[in-house]
């Protein structure tokens, strides 16, 4: 089992900035790619940015350039540097980890539970 905890959500003004944490902890071989994600109030939950475990970065549109994605491998943690947050930034946001496991289901998905980024106007 492997157990995703995120950190450093909050309340911010608009143009402000917020970094995020999302420390992985468990029972595990590798984790291999590991991303942010946000759901806002009435909204499906979209992709942010994701990393693979060699540092490859990939990011939804509505952030490039203002959202920075990294994870420090030995640390089992990844983290989102937001910047330039907008009113429209708000949602919470989630932690997510695909890992390889030496026994099966050898790929598996887990989800943090969660945390609140709030922008105000």
């Known amino acids: 089992q492997v157990q995703l905890v995120e950190s450093g959500g909050g309340l911010v003004q608009s143009g402000g900035s917020l970094g995020l944490s999302c420390a992985a902890s468990?029972?595990?071989?590798?984790?291999?790619?590991m991303g942010w994600y946000r759901q806002g109030p009435g909204k499906p939950r979209e992709l942010v940015a994701t990393?693979?475990?060699?540092?490859?970065?990939n990011y939804a549109d509505s952030v490039k350039g203002r959202f920075t994605i990294s994870r420090d491998n030995a640390k089992n943690t990844m983290y989102l540097q937001m910047n330039n947050l907008k009113p429209e930034d708000s949602a919470v946001y989630y932690c997510?980890?695909?890992?390889?496991?030496?026994?099966?289901?050898?790929?598996?998905?887990?989800w943090g539970q969660g945390t609140q980024v709030t922008v105000t106007s």
């Open positions: 468990g029972s595990f071989f590798s984790i291999d790619l």
């Open positions: 997510n980890a695909i890992t390889t496991h030496l026994v099966n289901p050898r790929t598996r998905v887990y």
């Open positions: 990393i693979t475990s060699t540092g490859s970065t």
